[in-house]
C-alpha cells in the first residue's frame, strides 16, 4: 500500500515561527506559529527553516523521506536580501568565493555560491517597518546556496560589511515564491 503524502508551499511572513507549535507554554503565547496560517493535516512538516525575522517560500510535506532528500542534497535555495549600505562588487566576490562565518561556536566556511546586486525586487510590503533612506543607502542582492547553515545568510552578509536588514527566501529548486502573498498556502505536487 502506498501512502499519498501531501505538499505545500506557502509565504512565512516575518514575525511565524518555522514550526506548528511549542511545548514551552511561555514561547507559545507570546509567539506566532505555522499552524496559525492553514489547517494542515496530521503529520506535517516544515522542509527547511526560516528563522523568525526571515520570511518568504517554505515548503510543507507530509513525507519525511522527501524531506531529508531535499535538505542534504545540495538542492538550490535562493534568498533575496536587503542589505544596510551599497554592497560592492568586492563583497559579492567575497560572497561568491565562500567566507568564514562563526557556526556554534567555531569558525565555518561556507561553499562558493552565486551571489550578485539586483534592482529591488517586487516583494509585498513588509508590516513591520524597515528603516527608510533617511539612515543611508541600501541594495539588494540574490544569493543562491546549496547548503543551509543557521542564519547564513545573514552571517555572509554581515561579515562582508553589509548587514541584512530584510531576507526573503524566493526558490527552492524549481519551486518559487511566485505571486503569493504572505501567510498564503497553496497544496501543490512534487
Known amino acids: 500500500m502506498t501512502t499519498k503524502h501531501l505538499h505545500f508551499k506557502l509565504y512565512k511572513p516575518y514575525g511565524i515561527i518555522s514550526q506548528m507549535a511549542s511545548n514551552d507554554l511561555r ?43 531535499i535538505n542534504r542534497s545540495g538542492i538550490e535555495k535562493e534568498y533575496y536580501a536587503l542589505v544596510d549600505g551599497d554592497i560592492t562588487e568586492e563583497a559579492i566576490t567575497q560572497l561568491q568565493n565562500g567566507l568564514k562565518i562563526g557556526l556554534h561556536g567555531e569558525k565555518y566556511k561556507t561553499q562558493p555560491c552565486r551571489a550578485k546586486k539586483i534592482a529591488t525586487p517586487k516583494l509585498p510590503e513588509r508590516k513591520k517597518k524597515i528603516r527608510d533612506a533617511r539612515h543611508g543607502p541600501t541594495s539588494w542582492v540574490s544569493i543562491i546556496l546549496t547548503e543551509g547553515k543557521f542564519h547564513q545568510v545573514r552571517k555572509m552578509t554581515s561579515a562582508v560589511g553589509f548587514p541584512t536588514l530584510r531576507l526573503v527566501r524566493v526558490r527552492i529548486g524549481e519551486i518559487s515564491l511566485g505571486n503569493i502573498e504572505p501567510g498564503e498556502v497553496r497544496e501543490i505536487k512534487m
Open 27 to 69: 514561547q507559545a503565547r507570546k509567539k506566532r506559529f505555522l499552524k496559525e496560517l492553514y489547517n494542515f493535516p496530521d503529520g506535517i512538516m516544515p522542509i527547511g527553516r526560516l528563522d523568525e525575522k526571515s520570511e518568504g517560500l517554505l515548503l510543507m510535506t507530509t513525507d519525511g523521506k522527501l524531506s531529508d532528500t
